[in-house]
């Protein structure tokens, strides 16, 4: 039997929608869903399954109750959600509005949770499933292992339960948001597995998308900002994951997939430009890791 697969943040150009074609391409029935499905280009008419496009506003529960009772109600079921659609506010912490704050967490996490409360019952029917929650690499940079002589010396106050998230300076929110997503993961796994329902948390590096461009419009300094002198920096930040060594989305969409079409899929999977320079600061002094991406993403004085 194929699976049947629902995947967030659909919009034509971004990850999303290479993991509905790449879904397809392996014969599940995927359901492809965006607030707006007017931005979700059709799919090649070759794919052996064809994909349905279908409204769906992660932040909306009657939105969400109604997407999944369609579902249902076509399938009988739902296999694999995948969790994708978010967004990112870019700037200094202390000058971002708060509105924007709210926007980026309510799409970012507690839509994850609207749709794993509206999912997990479709899914306890037929006592499996899978959840995939797409984070970021830079939600989930950990430093050196508590125990080690370097954290010893320069990072005492760290335990082994209290791992550091990634310090990436103007993507405060956003890397705040994912790391919230990496926890949700892990404890979600946890409470899940009595009813075989897996849970699975992408970290993804560079991947090429549209998402510099649409976070672009979302930089907000004010003509007033004490970070005026930085706001190219800024900007460098927004432009980073589209840089030469961004993964190609296809390609990123091909692994994430093979992943979940395992018959027991992987907990954890990092890939993208820059994942294996992250995968080494973890290794390295804290301090230093500060120190090094502050001075990346900030001017010589």
Request: proline share 8%; charged share 20%.
């Amino acid at each position: 039997m194929s699976r049947v697969v629902l995947v967030t943040g659909s919009s034509t150009g971004g990850i999303g929608y290479a993991l509905c074609e790449e879904f397809a391409k392996k014969g599940c029935k995927v359901y492809a869903t965006a607030r707006n499905i007017s931005k979700i280009a059709d799919f090649p008419e070759s794919l052996p399954v064809q994909v349905e496009k279908l409204e769906l506003d992660v932040n909306n529960d009657e939105s969400i109750a109604k997407a999944l009772a369609y579902v249902e109600e076509k399938e009988g079921r739902l296999d694999v959600l995948v969790n994708n659609a978010g967004v990112t506010a870019p700037g200094p912490l202390i000058e971002v509005p708060i509105e924007l704050v709210k926007d980026v967490y309510e799409t970012n996490v507690f839509a994850i949770l609207r749709l794993c409360r509206a999912a997990v019952p479709l899914m306890n029917k037929h006592n499996s499933g899978n959840i995939i929650n797409i984070g970021s690499i830079v939600g989930e940079m950990y430093v050196s292992s508590p125990t080690s002589p370097f954290t010893r010396i320069y990072s005492p106050h760290l335990t082994p339960s209290h791992p550091p998230p990634s310090p990436v300076p103007w993507s405060g929110v956003y890397a705040s948001s994912k790391a919230a997503v990496y926890m949700l993961s892990e404890i979600l796994s946890m409470e899940l597995s009595p009813f075989n329902i897996t849970v699975t948390h992408i970290a993804p590096g560079a991947i090429k998308s549209n998402i510099a461009a649409n976070c672009a419009s979302r930089i907000t300094l004010s003509p007033t900002s004490l970070y005026e002198r930085y706001a190219p920096f800024i900007q460098k930040r927004v432009d980073s994951s589209q840089g030469p060594n961004a993964m190609d989305t296809r390609e990123f969409a091909r692994r994430v997939v093979g992943n979940a079409m395992r018959r027991r899929p992987g907990r954890y999977l990092t890939l993208g430009g820059s994942a294996r320079m992250f995968s080494v600061l973890k290794w390295l002094p804290r301090g230093f890791v500060l120190w090094m991406m502050w001075r990346m993403f900030s001017p010589r004085k």
